[in-house]
């Protein structure tokens, strides 16, 4: 057997792929270690962006040094990236011996371990038929799924996207809508639980879509891991706002484990800009589904996502999704500036804005939100939340970092011993991007 080094670029699904193959490794005898130590390195890229596609491309550069000097280490490219530039790899680096798209992550150990005995060869696996899931035994309860955090984890439930917005890549590298069979999906999580994971966060590119090829829904697949023994916690993202029923909403509200948090992707603040886009609802149609949410779960934290300086993007449009956040007040928004994908219709839509200006009303839109942000933070100080101490805080020695229901980070003096519970936190300071609190004895 071999040593492996894993890095994962991009998304929450890319870290649960990229677990399960350091899963299936290790319990075939396989060592994780450090990049400098490492045989074969699995680099799993995402595409989303250009910026993110450019960072992964760049970091392929620099293992020149190193093959030159002594032939090592050999790279397998997997995720998005390798799906839309796989090819190319291969042909421009002489070390990315292997690649591989997400749909096929189920490939992967024994792709790896052939590449392994055979150095020298060239594995492209991109046309081959899709295998995403390992068949791991999760009733057994032999199998440890390696993961980043003890205490919280990610379970795909869906893969894929149906959806075709027109700025989106999804759709062509990971392919069509997919549910995954509900009894899997329960049994990963027991597993999770059994293995003291308290809080899991359920995956998908459009989570609220789930069951809509196998005639289930969404709703009732998170009653149903809400009800797990042993759950403490459950989220799941990402919703996309015309699947997200009142149905859900009633389940955020009745199951205490279901946390009141959501990402409710907007995109823009402006029906013509969703028109173009390809997003099936208007800005009224959203601020419906806001109230809808909000009388229902009055607590609930919510961000969003979206997008500035989309072709054709107007003054008057970008107007309205500065006053959208002025309307919706979101705890927090991940903003973007447009960025061209290849292959995708919006790509070649009239009335490209120029770079300078997607920037400047990125920052136009992000010195709003901070602002906002700010306020509703500030507003929490003395206010008493459970939060999950997940971590340490990157803060130093003595302070941990956990998360409250709405998903706002805290950071708060702690020890090793208090990790993994739950605890009571009083927040004292507010800034943005996290709050700082005490724990109530
Ligand atoms: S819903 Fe739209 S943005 Fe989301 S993955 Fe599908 S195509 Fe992309």
Redesign the pocket.
Known sequence: MGRFCVKVYGCQMNVYDSDRVRTVLASRGWEEVGESDADIVMITGCSVRAKAEQKVWSELGLYEGSWQKNHRPLIALTGCIAQRLGEKALARFPYVRLVAGPRHIGLLPDAIEQLASHPSSRINLLDTDPKEFYGLDFDGGDVTILRGNKYKAYVTIAHG?D???T??I??YVRGRFVSRGPQEVLDECRMLIADGVQEITLLG??VNSYGKDIGLNFAGLLRSVARLDGIRRVRFV?S?PQDFTPEIADVMAEEAAVCPSLNL?IQSGSTRILGLMN?KYTREEYFDKVRMLREKVPDVGLTTDLIVGFPGETDEDFADSMSALREVKFDLVHSAAYSEREGTPAAVMPGALPAALRLERLNTLNALQDSITLGINQALTGQVFEVLADDFAPKGEGFLQGRTPQDKVVIFEGGRKMLGEFVKVRITRAEAWCLHGEVVR
């Open positions: 996207c959806n075709f917005c700025y989106c999804v759709p590119q459009n990402t996309l992707p997003r």
